[in-house]
């Protein structure tokens, strides 16, 4: 099964990257998966090199194949000015819209406040819907004081992620779950994106 984590955030050190990374470790303590992380702080700048998927160069065009191909995406985002990122949003842009159709999805975003929260439910499930993808019903939602530094340090957004996973699980086919069930270590691809 192939996890791949989305972090929207463009600034490091993120949460939002922190909380995407520990939904993905979760995944990988209950079932065998091949996990990758896209982190828009380096894979941003590839793709706004184009404005349609037919603009895509070779860096671009494999961090758009990774979403297309992926079986369970955790997609995570800061809340900013009411939604998720512009970079999140421009990846999705250049995404086949028939290309996410029935695959899973966890949600995660962080904010300032917990109203921020609202964000999830307002826009972010929207989107998903547009592609046919299946967001699971627990949503993880962190605010700066869930933080300890860039760690997350509050036991009750672990137990959110926790009960994410388990919903993750639920929804997916007899085959997905039967894979879980033997508990190997998460192995996760680091996604070279940009020369430095």
Do not use: C, W
């Not at 530094?149 to 672990?158: D, Q």
């Amino acid at each position: 099964m192939k996890i791949l984590g989305i972090s929207g955030s463009v600034k490091r050190p993120s949460r939002t990257l922190h909380i995407v990374e520990r939904i993905v470790a979760a995944i990988g303590q209950t079932a065998d998966v091949e996990a990758d992380l896209i982190d828009l702080a380096d894979a941003a700048p590839v793709l706004f090199r184009a404005l349609r998927a037919d603009q895509l160069d070779e860096a671009g065009r494999a961090i758009i194949d990774a979403v297309e191909a992926a079986d369970v995406l955790v997609v995570g985002s800061p809340v900013y000015r009411a939604s998720y990122t512009g970079a999140l949003k421009h990846l999705f842009d250049l995404v086949d819209f028939r290309a996410l159709q029935g695959r899973r999805v966890i949600l995660a975003a962080t904010g300032g406040t917990p109203l921020h929260g609202l964000m999830l439910e307002h826009q972010f499930r929207p989107l998903f819907g547009f592609f046919g993808a299946v967001t699971v019903p627990t949503t993880v939602y962190a605010v700066e004081a869930d933080f300890t530094e860039y760690t997350l340090s509050n036991p009750a957004v672990e137990a959110r992620i926790a009960r994410a996973v388990a919903d993750l699980f639920d929804l997916l086919p007899a085959t997905a779950l039967a894979a879980g069930e033997t508990h190997p270590t998460l192995r996760v691809v680091a996604r070279e994106t940009v020369a430095n």
